[in-house]
């Protein structure tokens, strides 16, 4: 056993957490995140999104931890050069903060998190974030692929996993005017716009996959500016 799987969790993600904060503060990123709210009366422009939320054992906790995160983020105005953090406005998946277990990924396994299924909310955001042709500046896949086709709520690429402490998603406003985020979560789908007073450039993303040895799928994406790679494992 290694020294570091010695330590508690609770204590190597506060370690992550202040070497992040720390982080931020030295490169002033702190100060550039978003945390103004506003109605969204005088934003008639849109870019939405919806994804169905599929049935399972743990579907009323996933319902309640979307709809606690959505209403951290839902009329949050983004202004011209500021940045989005899931985490820092979501704050930490506990119980005490109104979350409660749900299904997770964890080191490529599927388990159950406080929390569990916040990871479609940050998924369509990222999705948002891509088709507006926003500055993506941290992101990350799911490490395996839990989905058949016919399960899928989005396209194989266009996940963000989000893990507090470790793994954020992170955006720039680089338009010349301020957004509006808006979720809706219902009992079966939840939806996301982007709103402005100007008009927004909806952006073309192609999604292209390929099955590779060693039990890998590579998804590609490309904007018209911008191409990433996301690598999946198979669930065993």
């Not at 939320?53 to 951290?72: C, D, F, H, Q, Y």
Request: proline share 5%; glycine share 8%; aromatic share 8%.
């Amino acid at each position: 056993m290694s020294i570091k799987a010695l330590f508690p969790k609770s204590l190597k993600r506060s370690v992550r957490l202040a070497q992040r904060r720390w982080k931020d503060r030295s490169e002033g990123l702190h100060r550039q995140f978003a945390n103004t709210y506003t109605p969204i009366n005088n934003y008639p422009f849109s870019i939405a999104l919806q994804q169905p939320i599929m049935p399972g054992e743990t579907l009323e906790s996933k319902l309640n931890n979307l709809r606690v995160g959505a209403s951290r983020v839902n009329g949050l105005m983004i202004q011209p050069g500021e940045l989005f953090s899931f985490w820092n406005r979501v704050g930490p998946p506990t119980k005490g903060n109104g979350f409660e277990v749900g299904r997770n990924v964890v080191g490529g396994v599927l388990s159950l998190e406080v929390g569990g299924g916040l990871c479609q909310l940050s998924s369509l955001l990222y999705h948002l974030a891509m088709l507006s042709g926003m500055q993506v500046e941290e992101r990350y896949p799911h490490s395996i692929d839990i989905y058949e086709e016919h399960e899928r709520f989005t396209p194989l690429g266009a996940d963000a996993t989000v893990v507090y402490g470790y793994k954020d998603l992170r955006f720039r406003n680089t338009l010349d005017h301020p957004v509006v985020l808006t979720i809706d979560v219902e009992d079966d789908a939840i939806s996301a716009s982007l709103n402005a007073s100007n008009s927004l450039r909806t952006g073309f993303v192609q999604f292209s996959r390929s099955d590779e040895p060693h039990q890998r799928t590579v998804v590609t994406y490309v904007d018209g500016k911008e191409e990433a790679r996301s690598v999946y494992g198979i669930l065993e």
